[in-house]
T-cell receptor, first 111, second 112 residues
Framework: QKEVEQNSGPLSVPEGAIASLNCTYSDRGSQSFFWYRQYSGKSPELIMFIYSNGDKEDGRFTAQLNKASQYVSLLIRDSQPSDSATYLCAVKMNRDDKIIFGKGTRLHILP | EAQVTQNPRYLITVTGKKLTVTCSQNMNHEYMSWYRQDPGLGLRQIYYSMNVEVTDKGDVPEGYKVSRKEKRNFPLILESPSPNQTSLYFC???????????FGDGTRLSIL
């Protein structure tokens, strides 16, 4: 069973709409969850982290965590063409401190 | 300026010739880690370090070594590189819950 799963996309969203990116994980005891953005040819950038069930908002970004369902998502409101990138979900395993990344979802914002 | 600096940025070398990729951070972060990124496989953790003299294996540590003698530096050593280690490598540092916060610009290694 893959430990962190994301839909590879591409996910195409019209400019100004809400982009919804999803991630599931297998380690039920995981406590720390992260979202990174990676532009083509660049290094990943940390955009959100979340530890507790519920929503966490930062500007246009909202991370949502549901530990019972082992599901974490990232919402991007008022999507802009500059949001077009690959979004990586990462989970810190409970059994050790390893960080496991999903393979990423490619997001394309349509002007 | 907060920075994670990797060197070299690009390297083409041959099988079996020992190489070291350096990583240095100027943020006094306790946590540092190395990743490789391959098409179709995503980003995979090689080694991580919680602090000086403390290192642990990530998901794909085979064929790699690391050391953490100083807080700012975390070199990645390939004692006998092989073609399957051809990849894009990232170093990262962090604090908080020890997640990777800041990534270096990457090192593209080609092992012939």
């Amino acid at each position: 069973q893959k430990e962190v799963e994301q839909n590879s996309g591409p996910l195409s969203v019209p400019e100004g709409a809400i982009a919804s990116l999803n991630c599931t994980y297998s380690d039920r005891g995981s406590q720390s969850f992260f979202w990174y953005r990676q532009y083509s040819g660049k290094s990943p950038e940390l955009i959100m982290f979340i530890y507790s069930n519920g929503d966490k908002e930062d500007g246009r970004f909202t991370a949502q965590l549901n530990k019972a369902s082992q599901y974490v998502s990232l919402l991007i409101r008022d999507s802009q063409p500059s949001d077009s990138a690959t979004y990586l979900c990462a989970v810190k395993m409970n059994r050790d401190d390893k960080i496991i990344f999903g393979k990423g979802t490619r997001l394309h914002i349509l002007p | 300026e907060a920075q994670v600096t990797q060197n070299p940025r690009y390297l083409i070398t041959v099988t079996g010739k020992k190489l070291t990729v350096t990583c240095s951070q100027n943020m006094n972060h306790e946590y540092m880690s190395w990743y490789r990124q391959d098409p179709g496989l995503g980003l995979r953790q090689i080694y991580y370090s919680m602090n000086v003299e403390v290192t642990d294996k990530g998901d794909v540590p085979e064929g790699y070594k690391v050391s953490r003698k100083e807080k700012r530096n975390f070199p990645l050593i390939l004692e006998s590189p092989s073609p399957n280690q051809t990849s894009l490598y990232f170093c990262a540092s962090g604090v908080w819950g020890n997640q990777p916060q800041h990534f270096g610009d990457g090192t593209r290694l080609s092992i012939l």
